[in-house]
């Protein structure tokens, strides 16, 4: 199975400004599913009627799933139909295509917070 983890999605803009309380909750709940399994990434998203999820990079012989691609997933699936806002903790320097692309089928201007492993926003995707 192709590394889906691994496709350059945009660039990351640098930080401008701090985060709103509720997009600084997605990069809390971000590190948490990260950290919680020792995952190269961890995502939520929050969908447009508050609800969140979180989800982390998940990478089995048979299965590749990026952990924003996880956390779209999950919020599609809990009947989801827009997304407010999302936000992605790693270490790259760009946001992965695949997840970049799933937020997008659910929000064409929904704001992509990235951030790194201790939190500090690197930066944000708005299209």
Do not use: N
Request: net charge negative; glycine share 8%.
């Amino acid at each position: 199975m192709p590394d889906q983890t691994s496709s350059a999605g945009p660039a990351v803009p640098a930080a401008e400004g701090e985060l709103t309380a509720e997009d600084a909750k997605l990069v809390t709940l971000a590190r948490g599913a990260r950290a919680r399994v020792g995952a190269v990434e961890g995502a939520a998203v929050r969908d447009q009627d508050g609800r969140t999820y979180a989800a982390a990079t998940v990478v089995l012989p048979s299965l590749a799933v990026t952990a924003l691609q996880l956390a779209v997933a999950s919020a599609a699936a809990a009947g989801a139909t827009k997304l407010e806002a999302a936000a992605v903790v790693t270490e790259a320097s760009t946001l992965d295509g695949a997840g970049h692309a799933a937020v997008r089928d659910l929000a064409a201007d929904a704001p992509i917070h990235v951030a790194s492993p201790t939190g500090a926003l690197l930066g944000t995707v708005t299209a």
